[in-house]
Every structure is written in structure tokens, then in C-alpha cells.
């Protein structure tokens, strides 16, 4: 498929209440895996990424070192690559998306904290603006890029009350949906009523965090949400069942 072909296909993945699933992977090895077993798309995560390059998350790294390992990714594996990009790296929205499809990705996660300016969190309309200057330049590429717009106040206790940020997250997403984005990601583990709330009360695709060895599709599935991806948590889980591999050997 082209990039154009693929960032299509991918977005028609996103439905609600039938989510896609995105097993979170760091390089081609775990990317190809991913493939072989019958996942239609896959995602890189900058956490487990970071760690498979000796670097710390929250932009230890720098773009550059991204796109080294996007492209040995999508040269191994034909299926749609969307890419945690953090905050952005510091580099303008047209160079990101430009990056990225160069390197072969058709999609993105944004994030509302900004790591290289002290971890501060983006205001709720300046991070709306990214997310629509990425929208622009994407359009401007002629590829149908999936805009993953994503908020962080649910891990952020000192922003207020779960009651707050579950309504700072909703005006924040709603402000995204109003920019461009594709998708919404109120990053973090909810009750099932708050994520009924996030799912029925936003417009778009919802991306929840799934725990591969802890949670199932159809419990996601019947909250509504159209995305899975796993974060770290899939590296946390291989990494547990190396270490009980290797520890009769010690």
C-alpha cells in the first residue's frame, strides 16, 4: 500500500465499541512480532522506545533518534505505524509530520506536556493550536495522517479533583476535535464510568491503555472506546516473563 493507502485504512480501523487493538512496540524485532501475529496496526511508544535506545522518556531523546528507528520499523513490517511523539521535540509541526512520513508512519500521538519546558502542561487552546497546525500540515502532504490528540490532566493530581480534570480533559479534547485531530487519548487508567463519560460525551474515536496481561478487548469494546494501545506495559509484561526465564540460569 502507499502512505496515502495506508493512513486511509488506518483511520477506518477506529471504531467505537470495536476498537482496534495497537500492541505498543520500541523497534523492528517487536514490530515485526506484532505483525506475524495478525495485528492490523501497530504504534511506537516513546517509554519503551527510549529504553530500547539507553535514553530516558519525557524527550531524553531527540527526534532524530525517532525517525532512525521508524524507518527500520516500517522496513520491516507493511502494516499502518503511528508514532508517540511526545510533545513534539521542539521541532515544528510541518517538520514533524514531514519526518514522519518520510520515514513511512501514517500517524501520531501529541501530548499537552511539554517536557523540555520544565514538564509544564500546555494551555487548553495552545495545545488545540498544535494539534491543528499539525492537521494543516499533514493536509498540506496530500496523506490523511491520524492525529492522535492527547491530554495528560488525569495524571496530573496538583491540576484538581478527578471531577475537574475529567471535565479539563473534555474542554481540552473537545477544543482538539474543533483543531483537526482524528483521535482523542485522555491518557491514564479510568473507572469505567469515567471512560463511558469520555466515550459517549466526545465526538471522536476514544484511545484507552490497555494492560495486555491484565485486561481484554471486550472490556474496552463495551465502554465504547475505538482505540487500545498499551504504553510501556507490553515491554513490562515480555520483560517479567524473560526475567522468569533466565532466573533458574543465575
Do not use: C
Not at 496496526?41 to 530516558?56: E, I, N, Y
Not at 519525557?58 to 513490517?77: C, K, N, P, Q, S
Not at 505505524?81 to 513534539?88: F, T
Not at 487519548?185 to 465526538?203: F, I, K, N
Amino acid at each position: 500500500m502507499t502512505l496515502k493507502e495506508k493512513a486511509a485504512a488506518f483511520l477506518e480501523l477506529h471504531t467505537p465499541g470495536n476498537p482496534v487493538i495497537l500492541p505498543t512496540v520500541w523497534d523492528a524485532w517487536s514490530a515485526k512480532l506484532v505483525q506475524d501475529a495478525g495485528f492490523s496496526a501497530l504504534t511506537v511508544g516513546s517509554h519503551p522506545l527510549a529504553d530500547s535506545l539507553g535514553k530516558d522518556d519525557h524527550e531524553g531523546m531527540e527526534f532524530t533518534d525517532v525517525l532512525g528507528r521508524i524507518r527500520e520499523i516500517t522496513a520491516t513490517v507493511d502494516i499502518p505505524v503511528s508514532v508517540d511523539i511526545e510533545s513534539g521535540y521542539g521541532v515544528k509541526p510541518s517538520e514533524l509530520i514531514d519526518g514522519l512520513l518520510e520515514a513511512g508512519a501514517v500517524g501520531l500521538n501529541i501530548e499537552d506536556t511539554v517536557h523540555r519546558e520544565g514538564g509544564r502542561l500546555r494551555a487548553p487552546q495552545e495545545h488545540a493550536d498544535l494539534v491543528g497546525e499539525l492537521r494543516q500540515a499533514a493536509d498540506a502532504a496530500g496523506v490523511r495522517f491520524v492525529v492522535n490528540a492527547r491530554t495528560d490532566v488525569f495524571m496530573r493530581p496538583e491540576t484538581g479533583s478527578p471531577e475537574e480534570r475529567l471535565e479539563s480533559a473534555l474542554t481540552r479534547l473537545r477544543l482538539a476535535t474543533e483543531a483537526g485531530a482524528d483521535v482523542l487519548y485522555p491518557v491514564g487508567r479510568h473507572d469505567a464510568a469515567t471512560q463511558r463519560t469520555l466515550t459517549s460525551e466526545l465526538s471522536l474515536p476514544i484511545n484507552a491503555i490497555g494492560i495486555p496481561d491484565k485486561d481484554t478487548r471486550a472490556e474496552h469494546a463495551e465502554l465504547g472506546v475505538a482505540r487500545v494501545s498499551f504504553g510501556p506495559f507490553f515491554q513490562i509484561a515480555l520483560a517479567a516473563e524473560a526475567n522468569r526465564l533466565l532466573q533458574p540460569w543465575k
